[in-house]
T-cell receptor, first 113, second 114 residues
Framework: GDSVTQMEGPVTLSEEAFLTINCTYT??????LFWYVQYPGEGLQLLLK?????DKGSNKGFEATYRKETTSFHLEKGSVQVSDSAVYFC????????????FGTGTRLLVSP | DGGITQSPKYLFRKEGQNVTLSCEQN?????MYWYRQDPGQGLRLIYY???????QKGDIAEGYSVSREKKESFPLTVTSAQKNPTAFYLC?????????????FGPGTRLLVL
């Protein structure tokens, strides 16, 4: 079935370091891909999305490129801030039948000053 | 401001008790969803509704019930049949159920069993 695999956390970085959080997926057809962010005690916020192969989603300095050949959607940021500390979820949406979201397990990012 | 509100933020349930979690949206969205989040796990879909007076079971509907009498409201009842209800519950909505539609999430309700 459809699934999303994320790197296990926590990912611990110093401020201004480069961030990569890996995400790979398994899906039938051509899913849409998403990154959501969850700050402590809050709901999920959409960070970025891509709906077709080679699309690049970007927001707030974060980027991710939809790679069909490697079935990946890795999240990157060139210089993280303490305020980026949160849990990041990769998700896919199948585009046939009921188009539900399938989530990865989440990756916690901790950024220290 | 438009958005999704969930109440209460924390909810306590006693053995054998049903509890209802509220979800309200003023975004004029047609579709609404309930997810459950457990520590170290992704979100799992409980129920969803594509239109008023219609709803469907998700992946883990057992022990839960919903209603959709108004477009803006989608309450979730956790019944006594749900044996492990302690979790973080998230409500979401989207303009409609379709390929280009992004789901927007509320702030969540944390349910604890006494």
């Amino acid at each position: 079935g459809d699934s999303v695999t994320q790197m296990e956390g926590p990912v611990t970085l110093s401020e201004e370091a480069f961030l990569t959080i890996n995400c790979t997926y398994t899906a039938t057809g051509y899913p849409s891909l998403f990154w959501y962010v969850q700050y402590p005690g809050e709901g999920l916020q959409l960070l970025l999305k891509a709906t077709k192969a080679d699309d690049k989603g970007s927001n707030k300095g974060f980027e991710a490129t939809y790679r069909k050949e490697t079935t990946s959607f890795h999240l990157e940021k060139g210089s993280v801030q303490v305020s980026d500390s949160a849990v990041y979820f990769c998700a896919l949406r199948v585009n046939t039948g009921f188009q539900k979201l399938v989530f990865g397990t989440g990756t916690r990012l901790l950024v220290s000053p | 401001d438009g958005g999704i509100t969930q109440s209460p933020k924390y909810l306590f349930r006693k053995e054998g008790q049903n509890v209802t979690l509220s979800c309200e949206q003023n975004l004029n969205h047609d579709a609404m969803y309930w997810y459950r989040q457990d520590p170290g796990q992704g979100l799992r879909l409980i129920y969803y509704s594509q239109i008023v007076n219609d709803f469907q079971k998700g992946d883990i509907a057992e022990g839960y019930s919903v209603s959709r009498e108004k477009k803006e409201s989608f309450p979730l009842t956790v019944t006594s049949a749900q044996k492990n209800p302690t979790a973080f519950y998230l409500c979401a909505s989207s303009p409609r159920q379709g390929r280009q539609e992004t789901q927007y999430f509320g702030p969540g309700t944390r349910l604890l069993v006494l």
